[in-house]
């Protein structure tokens, strides 16, 4: 079946500029992840979606980072006033849900370019 | 938060079984030990999962002992195409399943 999708894959912005990512989950999925993973180094957290609600924005660096969920599908992370240091790739997961099930479903990223 | 530590690398053989061990001491009650595997330019994959004893799939084992403050991630006869970075993680009930990655470890496997 479907994965999650995430798009656009690949992102090059100036400096300052304005980006949005989208992230399709697998239908049905409840939870919804974003991470971000910059070069050489570990997965970083970034927010949670229980539904349509962020229960957890815990991870976002600053306040230039934003993201939402609506009908409990489709997620859009926006990064204002880009810079040098967000570049990075970013990640979406999914996951169904319930409790006793924690397989994350990742997508394949959209690798962010600040110039 | 429940940090884990595992080895930042391992080497091994093709044919060969392949353990990795992670603690987990600060692991709370109702969290459960995940495992996934990252190739360059992917996607984490989930492995496996489990809460505690042994869980075994298609892929992995997982070995989890009572105390669950550690864990050991088993994969039989590795192959070249196991050569990736490992994440044992533990996913937090109480904040709704969230990982926290650290570096995982990078696993090397030799013809």
């Known amino acids: 079946g479907a994965g999650v999708s995430q798009s656009p894959s690949n992102k090059v912005t100036e400096k300052g500029k304005d980006v949005e990512l989208r992230c399709d989950p697998i239908?049905?999925?409840?939870?919804l992840y974003w991470y971000r993973q910059s070069l050489g180094q570990g997965l970083e957290f970034l927010i949670y979606f229980q539904g349509n609600s962020a229960p957890d924005k815990s991870g976002l660096p600053s306040d230039r980072f934003s993201a939402e969920r609506t009908g409990g599908s489709v997620s859009t992370l926006t990064i204002q006033r880009t810079q040098q240091e967000d570049s990075a790739v970013y990640l979406c997961?999914?996951?169904?849900?319930?409790?006793?099930?924690?397989?994350?479903?990742f997508g394949p990223g959209t690798r962010l370019t600040v110039t | 938060l429940a940090k884990t530590t595992q080895p930042i690398s391992m080497d091994s053989y093709e044919g060969q079984e392949v353990n990795i061990t992670c603690s987990h001491n600060?692991?709370?009650?109702?969290?459960?030990i995940t495992w996934y595997q990252q190739f360059p330019s992917q996607g984490p994959r989930f492995i496996i999962q489990g809460y505690k004893t042994k869980v075994t799939n298609e892929v992995a084992s997982l070995f989890i002992p009572a105390d669950r403050k550690s864990s050991t991630l088993s994969l039989p006869r590795v192959s070249l195409s196991d050569t990736a970075v490992y994440y044992c993680?533990?996913?937090?009930?109480?904040?709704?399943?969230?990982?926290?990655f650290g570096q995982g470890t990078e696993l090397s496997v030799k013809p």
């Open positions: 600060n692991i709370a009650t109702n969290d459960y």
């Open positions: 997961a999914s996951r169904q849900g319930r409790v006793g099930d924690y397989e994350q479903y």
């Open positions: 239908s049905g999925h409840t939870a």
């Open positions: 993680l533990v996913a937090l009930y109480n904040q709704g399943g969230k990982l926290i």
